[in-house]
């Protein structure tokens, strides 16, 4: 084999995409072969998120270097939720390892341990009380990071209550929240999940209605392509409707949660969708890896890239 058909079947082999690594461009005089080069390092068109793991088996699992790789695949923002449970140290060195490279953090949750069950629904004080101490926590480690999203559950349904006063109970701790991130020009983003049937958001429609009546540029909705398309489907439709108080999307692929083109949902129309409309905040990569390893990782990569080019 010459070495001309020995390059282009290497790049038909491993594509345009090696992770933690640029492909040399290679000029074919004798045969035409126009030049290849990887898309490693160039941005997208939209921002998206990693979180830790997602490039372990390439970059190894140090936070810090696997920053460091995502920057070199071409992603601006990491999201990370379990920030405020890192040592403050680490939360620091995160941080300046973002402003170094010039990187966005995405959501990290807002998390005192009471986010998994009944809590905030049942209006009983010791659950505002902790939820409002955890904001002030989570105003300190924002700062270490320059991070703007917070992500906020307010826990399952209080079944002894009527539906009217749970929302009342809700609303008026997220109104406490609110006062306490508007002066940082923090926004709380809240979830709606699909996990289980207890969760109190699970409709777009709903968190919609929280936020308006909490009625502050800190209350917004994390709009979670993936468990939105299990409890309600019509994305685009839904999208449209509560657009005003969406602040953070987050993306996974359904049936299995793993990254875009594994699943049912069109993300390639569906991006160009969410970038027409001026979208500018990041798009967190709440998802698992189809496959494993250093394959499954590049995989990854290559899909983003693949749902990405939607203005040609």
Known sequence: MNRIEFLKNSFAAAGALVAGSSLTAVAAAENGLR????LAGKTFNL???????????????DILDQIRFMYDQGFRSIEDNGFLKRPIELQTKIGELLAKLGMRMGVF????????????????????????????????AAKRCNAKWLTVVPGFYERKLPYGNQFANVIDAMRAGAEIFEPHNLVMVLETLSDTPELFLQQTHET???CKAVNSPSCKILYDIYHMQKTEGQL???MDRCWDEIAY????DNPGRKEPTTGEINYKNLFKHIYNKGYKGVM??????????????????QAYRECDNFLS
């Open 109 to 140: 949750v807002v998390d005192g341990g009471d986010n998994w069950k009944t809590s905030l629904t049942t209006g009983k004080k010791e659950f505002k009380d902790k939820f409002v101490e955890t904001c002030k926590l989570s105003v300190e």
């Open 35 to 38: 030049a290849e080069t990887s």
């Open 236 to 238: 685009i439709v839904n």
């Open 249 to 252: 999307i987050q993306i996974g």
């Open 208 to 210: 919609y209605a929280v």
């Open 284 to 301: 967190g990569m709440e998802h698992g890896n189809s496959k494993a390893g250093k394959e499954g990782e590049n995989r990854v990569i």
């Open 47 to 61: 921002d998206y998120a990693p979180h830790e793991g997602t490039f372990k088996n390439n970059a190894g699992n």
